[in-house]
């Protein structure tokens, strides 16, 4: 069964600093779909990042990394020199291509709070 | 920029009252979903909808709840009457199709309260 497995419930750093936050997802499916949302305080869901199972390239935006390793079902999030904006649940998520219309399961999310 | 909208961003209720939730989409996307985050919680999927119809739906989706695009444009969640337990934030989310372009794009919520 399809499953994203958050295991830091909540991260402090203090401003600056380097974090990642750790996803595992678990699927059957061979073509499958990772996601990265951030939820503020404010509430709302903020799309970060797509990734596909086929393409495993690592990707950097900005102080934004994500290294996807299909060898250990992993998809993980670091924030370079972090900073006190980046406080936020960052949720990561799954969307198989055999569940017929795409839906997410989420992982139950990281708190991160950036401390100034 | 295109966004996802709902109202309203605060609903209370009482128990066993019917409420609407409504959501406007993206105008040009198709797939319509709705999901559920109870405080503190993870988001969970609840129900997707295309061409009119429900695609999917989670074993949350009971009887109480039902979905609707009334006029092509507005996408509603009704709870025909709610229980203390459906006091969640709910996301409505669009997308434009499911395997090219199917990055979900999110509302920013409506917070039912049921007392």
């Known amino acids: 069964a399809q499953k994203v497995t958050q295991a830091q419930t909540e991260i402090s750093v203090v401003e600056k600093e380097d974090v990642t936050l750790d996803c595992v997802y678990e699927?059957?499916?061979?073509?499958?779909?990772l996601f990265w949302y951030k939820q503020p305080p404010s509430g709302e869901l903020v799309f970060l990042i797509r990734?596909?199972?086929?393409?495993?390239q690592n990707e950097i935006s900005g102080r934004y990394s994500w290294n996807f390793q299909k060898s250990t079902s992993s998809f993980n999030f670091t924030i370079t020199a972090s900073q006190v904006v980046d406080s936020a649940v960052y949720f990561c998520?799954?969307?198989?291509?055999?569940?017929?219309?795409?839906?997410?399961?989420f992982g139950t999310g990281t708190r991160l709070k950036v401390l100034a | 920029e295109p966004e996802v909208t709902q109202t309203p961003s605060h609903q209370v209720t009482q128990m066993g009252q019917e409420v609407i939730l409504r959501c406007v989409p993206i105008?040009?996307?198709?797939?319509f979903y709705w999901y559920r985050q109870i405080l503190g919680q993870k988001v969970e999927f609840l129900v997707s909808f295309y061409n009119n119809e429900i695609s999917e739906k989670s074993e949350i989706f009971d009887d109480q709840f039902s979905v609707e695009r009334p006029d092509g444009s507005n996408f509603t969640l009704k709870i025909r009457s709610t229980k203390l337990e459906d006091s969640a934030m709910y996301f409505c989310?669009?997308?434009?199709?499911?395997?090219?372009?199917?990055?979900?794009?999110f509302g920013a919520g409506t917070r039912l309260s049921v007392l």
């Open positions: 990734r596909n199972s086929f393409d495993e």
């Open positions: 998520a799954l969307s198989e291509s055999n569940s017929g219309t795409y839906k997410y399961i």
């Open positions: 989310a669009s997308s434009l199709n499911t395997a090219a372009k199917n990055i979900q794009y």
């Open positions: 699927t059957r499916d061979t073509t499958y779909y």
């Open positions: 105008s040009n996307h198709l797939y």
